[in-house]
């Protein structure tokens, strides 16, 4: 200790030992929250404005054309700490452009591999890099012969870092399809992730969309469809991956994958003309355009084509299932004794007949639950099914709240037999409810889905044109599409909040009861040729504007809107007849 009780000297002179911590009268001051701070600041300041000084550079030079070298360095300055900056990305993509116009086929490959290889440092910074991952695909294009497999070993590399990077396995599909890598090959490398670890999304995907290319069916209708022997194999992976770790979702949600149907072959489900209504209405079995840009659809009146103009029930002109044309009278005169109406679309093929007595005629398909809601089931394929379901019904004893075991139940069920399973299936959706409140709405709405689904099987069988889904709790209308000759259709007692716009697809309606729900809009019952007949008593219509829509139907005779908010209204009963002046009796 010297004599100004400094011990040894080191006054004014900062420890080695850690840049925060300095002696002072023989104690360690350690630096305050403050005294960091200050320095952060001080130090994203200096960062800020250097990157800024270099931002502004670049767009000098890029809007003064000089797109060289020089810019490539600016940006890579940036981009190397924040490769995120698109727009420096566009610049790089210039200056590149502009350097394949100038320097020979050898210097211009000896640029783009450096370039590739700083791109790999950026993702190294950021795998998730929208900007970097589009700039690598860019570039490889501009090559004649790209390394592909360096780039299925850099896509492996960051995979095994990250292997649910879903930007990484975009470029690997990127990279597979332009080096015609085999699928089977990708499958094994899906396969290898899988083993590794279950909870990935990105390698389930992936399959779903490898497995209808490796093995697909010879002349598969509907298309997409896998063999049954691979859909067997997929069953039994999935399984042991959900009962390995029964909360993670990406293995369930392959599995609902699995139990869908592919889409559904091409069809008219049903043609329907109208004699009073000189009109013919179709139902495809798809929602689509008829435009003579779009789809093509001919109709023939007695063996001779006919130009119609195609319009849908609601008046939208986007994608629907039913779409419908005006006939000219003539169609319908002459002395024989029917006529035929051949609609074509495509290479499917519809023929009705209107005999002369008869005001309406209509060709149904006779369409069981596999053709509209499931896929057909062999006996291998339902014995493995229903050996899923019992496994499932296990698991669920052990873990009572997995919601993911519980909704795959019901699917399983609706995939053996909906009907059959009905009641089961209910009980599963109450279940259900109390274990993810969350998605309560979701969960109604798909109980109501199946539940119509399952009535609309029974019309089918019965061969009946009235459907009663009173008191079913229904939250949303689902396939009205299949309800086209429906004449009697009873929605009381549910707890619907609209008539939706696709209700316009039922032509036929005759009487529509709605009594008894939360329906606050009407605005689907429009443009309803033969409706007669409507009940909305007991709901929460404000206002007679609500049922303005109504006055497109030109044969509706009674409405009752008993103890509806309208009623209350004093000037209800005047606005309605003078909205309704076509409806004999309005009941209030």
Same mark, same amino acid.
């Given at each position: &200790? ?215 069916? *010879? ?36 599995? $609902? ?55 849908? *029930? ?74 899923? @379901? ?20 019901? @699917? @399983? ?24 409140? &969350? ?12 539940? &119509? ?123 309605? $007849? ?11």
């Amino acid at each position: &200790m010297d004599g100004t009780g400094d011990p040894g000297g080191f006054r004014g002179r900062a420890s080695t030992s850690s840049p925060f911590i300095y002696p002072q009268h023989g104690r360690l001051k350690v630096k305050t929250t403050e005294e960091q701070a200050e320095a952060k600041r001080v130090e994203r300041e200096q960062k800020l404005k250097l990157y800024q000084e270099a931002t502004e550079a670049i767009f000098q030079k890029r809007q003064e054309g000089q797109l060289d070298e020089s810019v490539l360095e600016l940006t890579s300055q940036i981009l190397g700490a924040n490769p995120d900056f698109a727009t420096l990305w566009n610049c790089r993509r210039e200056v590149l452009m502009k350097l394949e116009t100038q320097k020979s086929p050898e210097e211009f490959s000896a640029l783009v591999t450096a370039e590739l290889g700083f791109l790999e440092s950026c993702l190294r910074v950021n795998p998730k890099s929208y900007g970097t991952w589009h700039h690598r695909c860019w570039l490889l294009g501009r090559l004649p012969e790209p390394n592909w497999t360096h780039e299925l070993e850099l896509c492996a590399k960051f995979l095994e870092a990250d292997e649910r990077n879903f930007h990484c396995w975009d470029y690997r599909r990127f990279v597979a399809q332009n080096a015609a890598v085999p699928p089977a090959e990708e499958l094994a490398f899906t396969d290898s992730l899988i083993t590794r670890n279950f909870s990935n999304y990105s390698s389930w995907h992936y399959r779903s969309c490898l497995l209808p290319k490796l093995q697909p069916i *010879p002349d598969s209708r509907p298309p997409g469809r896998l063999p049954e022997d691979i859909l067997l194999r997929e069953l039994e992976l999935v399984q042991n991956a959900f009962f390995t770790d029964p909360n993670d979702q990406s293995a369930w949600f392959y599995h $609902r994958w699995l139990l869908g149907r592919a889409d559904p072959q091409d069809a008219i489900r049903c043609l329907h003309v109208s004699r009073n209504e000189a009109c013919l209405t179709v139902c495809f079995s798809r929602p689509i355009i008829v435009d003579p840009g779009a789809e093509t659809v001919m109709l023939l009146v007695d063996e001779s084509p006919l130009l119609v103009d195609w319009r849908t *029930p609601d008046g939208r002109n986007r994608p629907n299932h039913v779409w419908l044309c005006d006939l000219p009278t003539d169609s319908f005169n002459g002395h024989s004794s029917q006529h035929s109406f051949i609609l074509m679309w495509g290479d499917v093929r519809k023929e009705c007949v209107l005999y002369k007595d008869r005001r309406e005629s209509w060709c149904q398909d006779s369409a069981t639950d596999e053709q509209l809601f499931r896929t057909e089931l062999s006996v291998e394929k339902s014995t493995v099914l229903q050996s899923e @379901l019992e496994s499932c019904k296990e698991l669920q004893d052990l873990e009572p709240d997995n919601k993911w075991c519980l909704l795959t139940i019901i @699917l @399983l069920m609706r995939a053996l037999d909906p009907l059959v399973y009905e009641k089961d299936t209910l009980k599963y959706f109450q279940t259900l409810k109390v274990v993810d409140p &969350m998605r309560a709405s979701y969960l109604d709405d798909l109980r109501s889905k199946f539940l &119509m689904e399952n009535h609309i099987l029974r019309m089918e069988y019965a061969e009946v044109r009235v459907l009663d889904l009173s008191y079913k709790d229904l939250t949303v209308l689902c396939h009205l599409e299949q309800l086209l000759l429906v004449t009697h259709l009873n929605l009381s007692h549910n707890l619907l909040r609209s008539l939706p716009p696709a209700l316009a697809m039922l032509r036929c309606l005759e009487v529509l009861q709605a009594d008894g729900n939360a329906i606050e809009s009407v605005e689907g019952v429009v443009n309803l040729p033969r409706l007669q007949e409507l009940s909305l008593c007991d709901n929460r219509l404000q206002h007679a504007s609500a049922l303005q829509t109504l006055a497109s139907c030109p044969k509706l005779a009674l409405l009752s809107l008993e103890r509806n908010p309208l009623c209350q209204l004093e000037a209800a009963p005047e606005e309605l $007849r003078a909205l309704l002046p076509g409806v004999d009796r309005i009941l209030t």
